[in-house]
């Protein structure tokens, strides 16, 4: 779906943009990850499923795929602070490399939530991958180890982001007007 301009305040990664940082990522993480004999990529859904979709079609490794269902927003545009888990990994992480698979790093409670729980099932490894970070929401802590687009404080909606669950299938991330997220 092209942007509309109803709206969207204006595009801020172009699909050819992010095209070609997620080849980016996908090499690196395919170099970091070239010994790893069970790497698990998990997703947090809902908003990482088009991202993690396109990275492990461009990833040159054997991986196993699984989800995570985390909120801390519920369809508010600000984070409660509390990690809820709506839906839990399949997968067992003991012994394993995970590789969390997230849309954007804004507080980063979600994050460190789930980094510091799946380390605590016994891990090997647990690294964290997302295609935007906001650093000048951040209130913890979290080590993001690849990162696609540092963006500013503004909120975005495309390429997996939403607003009330509205907007995900846009093939760019864009600005989402104030006026559309205010009048609620």
Not at 38 to 47: Q, W, Y
Not at 71 to 76: H, I, L, Q, T
Not at 161 to 166: A, E, G, H, P, R
């Amino acid at each position: 779906m092209k942007s509309d301009s109803k709206i969207i305040e204006k595009v801020l990664i172009s699909s050819d943009e992010i095209n070609e940082k997620i080849k980016e990522l996908a090499e690196k993480i395919s170099d970091d990850y070239k010994d790893s004999k069970d790497l698990v990529v998990v997703g947090v859904l809902n908003g990482s499923v088009i991202f993690m979709s396109q990275l492990v079609l461009n990833m040159e490794l054997d991986l196993t795929i699984d989800f995570i269902k985390a909120s801390s927003y519920g369809d508010g545009t600000v984070s409660s602070g509390k990690v809820n888990i709506i839906k839990d990994m399949d997968i067992d992480a003991r012994d394993r490399d995970i590789l969390i698979v997230e849309d954007i790093v804004d507080t980063g409670n979600t994050l460190k939530y789930l980094q510091e729980d799946i380390k605590n099932r016994g891990a090997k490894s647990v690294r964290i991958v997302s295609l935007l970070n906001k650093p000048a929401r951040r209130t913890v802590d979290v080590n993001i180890d690849y990162v696609g687009f540092d963006i500013p404080d503004e909120f975005v909606i495309g390429y997996g982001m939403d607003y009330s669950q509205k907007y995900r299938n846009l093939d760019s991330i864009c600005i989402l007007k104030r006026e559309v997220y205010e009048k609620e």
